[in-house]
């Protein structure tokens, strides 16, 4: 077993992909290529899960053969059987931080990762300062009976709690490649806070450190039980690879009465991947959730995080933002269904096109019969850096009921010869004054961010930016 | 030594019409110069070639700081050079704050050969700079916080010109009717500010149309623009007489001049015809 790591050096300057790495490891099963029920089978062996979920798991895989691939969108030029679907990664590689190689610390010091993060994406699994940290965590919220495992342990160790959830929000037929998650699923999230548990700090993926949990698949499930509250935060802004193009996760949350939940992802894809994901939560009496979702890079990215209001009083909120450059489409968005009275709704998408990047926004607000007073409110501003870049709006809005609120502005800007010039009147260069004005675009968001992604954010876009223009 | 500013036979176009028709001018650090004349005569336009707006081109003459020419620069490198103006109209820039805004430029513009990603002027020192000239100016603390004039009424926003322009202490000042719009006591306000912090401290070319701006800022010459081109030049009486009598004498004293500026706003009315 052997573990090295690669700088990619093919990428283009000034793109954020030179500061792309990955680590290659040996696995110790690596299914063959490919998708069919002999493969599902292996997968539920291997982890040694019981009956129901392997046969929600082939189930699933007969549901991605009959459905057809989104008509809308991006173009998926996928070939399903060119891809492993399961490879179970090295335990305890031991490798530690003085092993990671110095230029690969630097580029994290470019990037301003968090220091624990930079860990655990150099893979390093000891010496984690943050284990201790959260090992203390870990404990307190277990006294409290608050769950936080990969979903994988889950299946194993809270089987009953998972299965009356798991697939429930998102049911393996709501779209091909939620089907095809759920048929090969590995890794993700699993949470349940129990009623009246208030989580006050945030919970972050990457502390999780022995699990697969930056798979291909991944499947992350949230309970937040009645007058509980979680803000869970995943991903990472250092670009990421799977090996290999395609990431198809399965995010579902249940908002029980009177409960709260913030779920954030910072993603930051390499330009290879398509990043189809499909999110989903349903939202009980009082209850509140929220989605803040930042995509950047990637081939393509479709991304709609949506709340089901099911009672009076529930709350959905999405934020997001898309940053697209050269050969990258994001086809972002949300949706938003109203489906009890009293239910409040609010839509925030900005996108920033760059270099010939594309993003769409795509959102849907449907407010169903039986939900007077649903007050919904859509914003969504396109900011396009130059000619060549392009952006799209495909707002979807269906009113089944009356007196509801429904509000959409849009706009769709460039960044002015006239706010350039003023900036450089001041003395910023033209480099300084776009990064400034796009930072700015998207500020409204970075401000809901935790402040080390807020940080990274904001780097994030200066190194997207860098090289741009002049 | 003593900075001069000079403007040399300057002709200014905008996609084929032609604005500015051979500007002379000449400024020294320390000097007020006050630039009058009629709406579209040219004043604003002056102002912004002088900074090096994109959207003008300079077909003819020179502009120069101390010899040098400054038409091969860029705007923020004249900046650097230390050349201001306080526009007729700010943009607006959302999401950024005034003090992130003003703290990178007063960075470049203090070390002229900064390089991007170097690091900015100490933040408590410009924390400590930045509150004592806005309360110079009158200005709530919480300005510093709001979005750079997003949302600010017209006094606002011409108050955050001066202070920007007391940030950056340049070399020459261009104020671009930094009293339109204001009540009388914003309007005092902005001209003892500009007298406190401009006046003697470097070139100014205060663009008006009223003589309350001058009060405290009492020009060494006064020029009178008509149709793009500087007719007059006096002193400060010839400022007080074109905001007494208007621009009568001065437009039959100039027929060429009258004609050329009337060509110019039929043409803005035409243009304007044909978009609507
Ligand atoms: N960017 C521009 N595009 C087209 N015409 C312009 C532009 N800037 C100025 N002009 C025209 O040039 C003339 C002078 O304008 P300006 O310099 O703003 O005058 P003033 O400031 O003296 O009122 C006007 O006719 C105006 O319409
Ligand atoms: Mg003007």
Redesign the pocket.
């Given at each position: 077993m052997s573990t090295g790591m690669t700088i990619d050096t093919h990428e283009e300057i000034g793109e954020i992909n030179k500061y792309n790495f990955r680590t290659e490891s040996t696995a110790v099963f690596k299914a063959r290529k490919g998708l069919d029920k002999d493969i599902v089978s292996q997968i539920s062996e291997m982890k040694n899960e019981p009956q129901w979920m392997r046969e929600f798991r082939l189930n699933s895989l007969d549901v991605f053969y009959a459905k057809r691939m989104p008509t809308w969108g991006g173009d998926i030029a996928i070939d399903f059987q060119d891809i492993f679907y399961y490879l179970k990664p090295t335990d305890h590689q031991g490798r530690t931080w003085d092993d990671v190689p110095q230029e690969i610390k630097d580029t994290f010091d470019k990037l301003g990762i968090p220091q624990a993060e930079k860990k655990y994406l150099a893979g390093v699994k000891a010496q984690f300062e943050s284990e201790v940290v959260y090992g203390s965590l870990k404990e307190d919220l277990a006294k409290q009976g608050v769950i936080f495992v990969d979903t994988d342990t889950a299946v194993r160790e809270y089987p009953d709690l998972v299965r009356q959830y798991f697939g429930t929000i998102i049911p393996p037929a709501d779209n091909k490649f939620a089907a095809l998650n759920s048929a090969v699923w590995s890794g993700g999230s699993f949470i349940y806070v129990p009623p009246g548990v208030k989580i006050e700090f945030p919970l972050q993926a990457y502390f999780r450190i022995n699990a697969e949990n930056m798979g291909q698949f991944e499947r992350t499930l949230i309970i937040v039980d009645e007058g509980a509250s979680v803000h869970y935060v995943e991903g990472c802004t250092a670009p990421m690879y799977t090996s290999e193009s395609l990431h198809s996760a399965v995010v579902e949350v249940i908002c029980k009465r009177g409960s709260r939940c913030r779920y954030t992802t910072i993603q930051n894809w390499a330009n290879n991947i398509y990043n189809l994901v499909t999110k989903r939560a349903v939202a009980y009496q009082d209850a509140t959730m929220e989605w803040v979702d930042g995509n950047l890079g990637s081939k393509l990215t479709m991304k709609y995080p949506a709340v089901y209001m099911m009672e009076p009083g529930a709350r959905g909120e999405i934020l997001s933002i898309a940053f697209s450059s050269k050969g990258q489409h994001q086809d972002a968005g949300a949706k938003l269904v109203h489906a009890a009275p009293h239910t409040t709704g609010q839509i925030i998408s900005k996108s920033i096109s760059k270099n010939g990047g594309r993003s769409s926004y795509r959102g849907l607000v449907r407010v169903e019969k039986g939900s007077k007073h649903a007050r919904c409110n859509v914003v969504c501003d396109a900011l396009i850096l130059d000619p060549r870049s392009r952006s799209d709006t495909y707002p979807y809005i269906e009113i089944l009921d009356q007196d509801v609120t429904v509000g959409h502005e849009a706009s769709v800007s460039r960044i002015g010869e006239e706010q350039l010039f003023y900036l450089m009147s001041r003395g910023l260069s033209e480099a300084e004054a776009s990064t400034m004005i796009v930072n700015g675009f998207i500020e409204p968001l970075v401000r809901e961010l935790p402040m080390e992604y807020a940080v990274e954010m904001n780097r994030l876009i200066q190194l997207q930016m860098e090289g741009s223009v002049g | 030594m003593i900075h001069t500013l000079t403007i040399t036979n300057l002709h200014v176009s905008?996609?084929s019409?032609k604005?500015l028709h051979g500007v002379n001018l000449e400024m020294k650090y320390g000097q007020t110069h006050a630039l009058m004349?009629p709406?579209?005569?040219?004043?604003?336009?002056?102002g912004l070639v002088i900074m090096g707006h994109p959207?003008y081109v300079v077909t003819e003459g020179s502009i120069t700081l101390d010899g040098d020419d400054l038409l091969e620069l860029e705007p923020d490198q004249r900046a650097r050079r230390g050349i201001f103006i306080a526009f007729?109209r700010p943009m607006t820039i959302p999401g950024v704050k005034m003090a992130d805004f003003l703290r990178h430029a007063t960075t470049n513009v203090r070390r002229p050969d900064r390089k991007e990603g170097e690091e900015l002027i100490a933040m408590r020192d410009f924390r400590k700079e930045l509150k004592s000239k806005m309360e110079q100016l009158k200005m709530d603390p919480e300005f510093a916080r709001r979005y750079v004039n997003d949302g600010f009424s017209g006094g606002e926003m011409k108050r955050a010109e001066i202070l920007q322009l007391a940030m950056l202490q340049p070399k020459f000042a261009i104020l671009d009717e930094t009293d339109s719009g204001l009540d009388a006591d914003a309007v005092r306000l902005a001209s003892e500010s500009i007298a406190e912090f401009g006046r003697d401290k470097m070139g100014l070319l205060i663009i008006t149309h009223h003589d309350k701006l001058l009060e405290h800022n009492r020009p060494d010459f006064t020029h009178v623009?008509l149709g793009g081109r500087i007719v007059e030049t006096g002193g400060a009486e010839l400022a007080k007489e074109l905001h007494a009598n208007g621009y009568d004498r001065i437009r039959k004293a100039h027929p060429d001049a009258d004609a050329a500026n009337r060509r110019?706003?039929q043409?803005?009315v035409a243009a304007e015809l044909a978009t609507a």
């Amino acid at each position: 077993m052997s573990t090295g790591m690669t700088i990619d050096t093919h990428e283009e300057i000034g793109e954020i992909n030179k500061y792309n790495f990955r680590t290659e490891s040996t696995a110790v099963f690596k299914a063959r290529k490919g998708l069919d029920k002999d493969i599902v089978s292996q997968i539920s062996e291997m982890k040694n899960e019981p009956q129901w979920m392997r046969e929600f798991r082939l189930n699933s895989l007969d549901v991605f053969y009959a459905k057809r691939m989104p008509t809308w969108g991006g173009d998926i030029a996928i070939d399903f059987q060119d891809i492993f679907y399961y490879l179970k990664p090295t335990d305890h590689q031991g490798r530690t931080w003085d092993d990671v190689p110095q230029e690969i610390k630097d580029t994290f010091d470019k990037l301003g990762i968090p220091q624990a993060e930079k860990k655990y994406l150099a893979g390093v699994k000891a010496q984690f300062e943050s284990e201790v940290v959260y090992g203390s965590l870990k404990e307190d919220l277990a006294k409290q009976g608050v769950i936080f495992v990969d979903t994988d342990t889950a299946v194993r160790e809270y089987p009953d709690l998972v299965r009356q959830y798991f697939g429930t929000i998102i049911p393996p037929a709501d779209n091909k490649f939620a089907a095809l998650n759920s048929a090969v699923w590995s890794g993700g999230s699993f949470i349940y806070v129990p009623p009246g548990v208030k989580i006050e700090f945030p919970l972050q993926a990457y502390f999780r450190i022995n699990a697969e949990n930056m798979g291909q698949f991944e499947r992350t499930l949230i309970i937040v039980d009645e007058g509980a509250s979680v803000h869970y935060v995943e991903g990472c802004t250092a670009p990421m690879y799977t090996s290999e193009s395609l990431h198809s996760a399965v995010v579902e949350v249940i908002c029980k009465r009177g409960s709260r939940c913030r779920y954030t992802t910072i993603q930051n894809w390499a330009n290879n991947i398509y990043n189809l994901v499909t999110k989903r939560a349903v939202a009980y009496q009082d209850a509140t959730m929220e989605w803040v979702d930042g995509n950047l890079g990637s081939k393509l990215t479709m991304k709609y995080p949506a709340v089901y209001m099911m009672e009076p009083g529930a709350r959905g909120e999405i934020l997001s933002i898309a940053f697209s450059s050269k050969g990258q489409h994001q086809d972002a968005g949300a949706k938003l269904v109203h489906a009890a009275p009293h239910t409040t709704g609010q839509i925030i998408s900005k996108s920033i096109s760059k270099n010939g990047g594309r993003s769409s926004y795509r959102g849907l607000v449907r407010v169903e019969k039986g939900s007077k007073h649903a007050r919904c409110n859509v914003v969504c501003d396109a900011l396009i850096l130059d000619p060549r870049s392009r952006s799209d709006t495909y707002p979807y809005i269906e009113i089944l009921d009356q007196d509801v609120t429904v509000g959409h502005e849009a706009s769709v800007s460039r960044i002015g010869e006239e706010q350039l010039f003023y900036l450089m009147s001041r003395g910023l260069s033209e480099a300084e004054a776009s990064t400034m004005i796009v930072n700015g675009f998207i500020e409204p968001l970075v401000r809901e961010l935790p402040m080390e992604y807020a940080v990274e954010m904001n780097r994030l876009i200066q190194l997207q930016m860098e090289g741009s223009v002049g | 030594m003593i900075h001069t500013l000079t403007i040399t036979n300057l002709h200014v176009s905008v996609e084929s019409k032609k604005i500015l028709h051979g500007v002379n001018l000449e400024m020294k650090y320390g000097q007020t110069h006050a630039l009058m004349g009629p709406n579209g005569s040219g004043k604003s336009t002056l102002g912004l070639v002088i900074m090096g707006h994109p959207g003008y081109v300079v077909t003819e003459g020179s502009i120069t700081l101390d010899g040098d020419d400054l038409l091969e620069l860029e705007p923020d490198q004249r900046a650097r050079r230390g050349i201001f103006i306080a526009f007729q109209r700010p943009m607006t820039i959302p999401g950024v704050k005034m003090a992130d805004f003003l703290r990178h430029a007063t960075t470049n513009v203090r070390r002229p050969d900064r390089k991007e990603g170097e690091e900015l002027i100490a933040m408590r020192d410009f924390r400590k700079e930045l509150k004592s000239k806005m309360e110079q100016l009158k200005m709530d603390p919480e300005f510093a916080r709001r979005y750079v004039n997003d949302g600010f009424s017209g006094g606002e926003m011409k108050r955050a010109e001066i202070l920007q322009l007391a940030m950056l202490q340049p070399k020459f000042a261009i104020l671009d009717e930094t009293d339109s719009g204001l009540d009388a006591d914003a309007v005092r306000l902005a001209s003892e500010s500009i007298a406190e912090f401009g006046r003697d401290k470097m070139g100014l070319l205060i663009i008006t149309h009223h003589d309350k701006l001058l009060e405290h800022n009492r020009p060494d010459f006064t020029h009178v623009m008509l149709g793009g081109r500087i007719v007059e030049t006096g002193g400060a009486e010839l400022a007080k007489e074109l905001h007494a009598n208007g621009y009568d004498r001065i437009r039959k004293a100039h027929p060429d001049a009258d004609a050329a500026n009337r060509r110019m706003l039929q043409d803005d009315v035409a243009a304007e015809l044909a978009t609507a």
